[in-house]
């Protein structure tokens, strides 16, 4: 029986420091959350979104993280960053909830401008007149004109 006890004991404390490690190594969701940035490519910003983001799934440099995308306009840009240029400059706002196992979700929300899509003009030409003046040989009946006109 008393060495029943000391087992139950050894086990318990062993538990014991389990939690207690446990306890010890809960992720900073609002430091995280700090740390989060959205990826833009080469030379845009916030503010000038014209290709698709990459919005990430984890933290660097916090394990056991998890973000998850939602945005106001997915027409606009989706949940997975994909971008979809419209007619006018839209505002979106992009918002992250991060996740740790046993915590509450933290949210960070971002707001970043897709610029209008670009129009491409076609090229306006003016109108040219042309004349032709055409000396058919005596008995040709017909005439042929071959050539392009850029």
Known sequence: MKRFK???LALALVFAG?????????VDL???????EIKYVQDETYVTVKSNLTLPTKVEGFEGVTVEW???K???ISATGVVVRQDADTVVNLTATLRAEGQEPVTKTFKVTVLAKEVVQPPTYESVNVTFVVTAPEGTEEVFLIGNMI
């Open 30 to 36: 609002e430091a995280a959350k700090e740390a989060l």
């Open 6 to 8: 000391k087992i139950l």
């Open 74 to 76: 997915p027409a606009v």
């Open 18 to 26: 389990i939690f207690a490690l446990s306890a010890c190594t809960k």
């Open 70 to 72: 939602a945005s106001d």
